[in-house]
């Protein structure tokens, strides 16, 4: 069940429309946006490969760590 968790918060852009929330003195400056540009983008010159990349290892990687957490404790969302 925590498939649909990982669902509504991360492909609907939940999680991360909140953590763009907080940010330093311009929208701009986010933890988000720091990652891509400096992670991502900057190494590989490319905001398209960077782009990719980050979805890759850094959203997908993130929610199926969580899932598998969440299971590993025995906690599910329930419908």
Known sequence: MNAM???????????AGFVNGWY???A??????WI?????IDVW????VGSLLYV???EITFWG???????KL???WKL
């Open 5 to 15: 968790l990982v669902f509504v918060l991360g492909a609907q852009g939940i999680l």
């Open 24 to 26: 330093y003195e311009s």
């Open 28 to 33: 701009d400056n986010n933890l988000v946006n």
């Open 36 to 40: 891509q540009d400096h992670v991502f």
């Open 45 to 48: 010159n490319s905001e398209r």
């Open 56 to 58: 890759i290892f850094a």
């Open 65 to 71: 760590v969580l899932s598998g957490i969440l299971h």
């Open 74 to 76: 025995g906690i599910y």
